[in-house]
């Protein structure tokens, strides 16, 4: 069972802050990952996505990967009320349909 | 990033009808599409993957006969639920990846809450 493990949360920091997202990930063979956010009664939306050690800056948004300790996470520097929402790691496995698996997600608050 | 598009945003009928959820890629061609439910509070659960051209692959525990998925065009996947009972009230989201190798990613549509009463 490939898995993606996320902690539920909620997290919650103050406006302006720092919010550090983290996920883990069971299967090796890996090969990219993403960062999708999802408002109550919304669909996911895409973020940010890697697949390279280290890490991908994008505005306030920075996706760290470390494949040897099977380990993404994402930071949101000057974290906005605007910022709440879940935040769904998935993973994209190589195999015959290049399969997409979604963690549970974190809840995200950012208070003002 | 690439859109798609889900219809209906939302569907309410009586048990044992059929409803039908189209989803499309408006900007790209997508040869494979995904479809996700999602109960209150949970995360997505895969239903199954569209090939255009082929039979979908339903996930484990997907009755293939009760959730029919037809892929005709490479920008046209359908979920039909057939013969609703009140347990597949759900939110259900499709996708479709976009790219290829390292670049493809997944862009959802809007997703249809459904009701059965």
């Given at each position: 069972q490939k898995e993606v493990e996320q902690n539920s949360g909620p997290l919650s920091v103050p406006e302006g802050a720092i919010a550090s997202l983290n996920c883990t990930y069971s299967?090796?063979?890996?090969?990219s990952f993403f960062w999708y956010r999802q408002y109550s009664g919304k669909s996911p939306e895409l973020i940010m996505f890697i697949y390279s050690n280290g890490d991908k800056e994008d505005g306030r948004f920075t996706a760290q990967l470390n494949k040897a300790s099977q380990y993404v996470s994402l930071l949101i520097r000057?974290?906005?009320?605007?910022?709440s929402a879940t935040y769904l790691c998935a993973v994209k496995e190589f195999?015959?349909?290049n399969k997409f698996y979604f963690g549970s997600g974190t809840k995200l608050n950012v208070k003002p | 990033g690439a859109v798609v598009s889900q219809h209906p945003s939302w569907v309410i009928c009586k048990s044992g009808t059929s409803v039908k959820i189209e989803c499309r890629s408006l900007d790209f061609q997508a040869t494979t599409m995904f479809w996700y439910r999602q109960f209150p509070k949970q995360s997505l659960m895969l239903m199954a993957t569209s090939n255009e051209g082929s039979k979908a692959t339903y996930e484990q525990g997907v009755e293939k006969d009760k959730f029919l998925i037809n892929h005709?065009?490479?920008?046209l996947s359908t979920l039909t639920v057939t013969?609703?009972?009140?347990?597949?009230?759900s939110f259900y989201i499709c996708s479709a990846s976009e790219g290829q190798g390292f670049n493809e990613k997944l862009f959802f549509g809007s997703g249809t809450q459904l009701s059965v009463l």
């Open positions: 299967d090796r063979g890996s090969q000057d974290s906005q009320p605007s910022d195999d015959n349909f | 005709a065009s490479l920008t013969s609703a009972h009140p347990e597949d009230s």
